[in-house]
């Protein structure tokens, strides 16, 4: 047998090629259809509040965040208004560094006075795009 003939590929040869291109082209499949259905579609922030807990006369609202957009929010800010009797009696802010699609992160504000006896508002105020 010379060096210029080259043996025929064997079975397993075959096999594994054929698994090997399988993966290769499900990972692009995967990729391109993520790129093409979450391209530009902008941050979806939503915040709700759980229940408030008193704790040595402070009153903690914990709060969820998240975001079901298609990209990354950066600096999320989120804000809490405590309205008593029709006025501004406390204020929060939240600074949440980044959240990606999908990602969740969860906070409390504290606040000196019961939030159930007036209106608690939350909301998120502002993000910046990476």
Same mark, same amino acid.
């Given at each position: ?44 922030? =939503? &915040?709700?509040?759980? %229940?408030?807990?008193? #704790?040595? /006369? ?5 709060? +969820? ?9 950066? =600096? &999320?800010?989120?804000? %809490?208004?405590?309205? #008593?009797? /029709? ?5 929060? +802010? ?15 504000f504290v606040f000196s006075q019961n939030p ?15």
């Amino acid at each position: 047998m010379t060096k210029t003939e080259q043996q025929p590929r064997s079975i397993a040869e075959w096999v594994t090629f054929s698994v090997a291109s399988l993966i290769l082209a499900i990972i692009v499949s995967l990729v391109g259809y993520t790129w093409l259905n979450e391209k530009n579609q902008p941050p979806i922030l =939503s &915040v709700t509040k759980e %229940a408030i807990r008193e #704790i040595g /006369g402070q009153f903690y609202v914990p709060f +969820e965040v998240v975001n079901t957009g298609g990209d990354t929010a950066e =600096s &999320v800010q989120i804000m %809490a208004e405590l309205l #008593i009797n /029709g006025k501004v009696t406390e204020t929060g +802010e939240q600074q949440i560094d980044f959240l990606s699609n999908g990602e969740r992160e969860e906070g409390a504000f504290v606040f000196s006075q019961n939030p159930r006896q007036g209106q608690l508002n939350l909301r998120v105020g502002s993000y910046k795009l990476p």
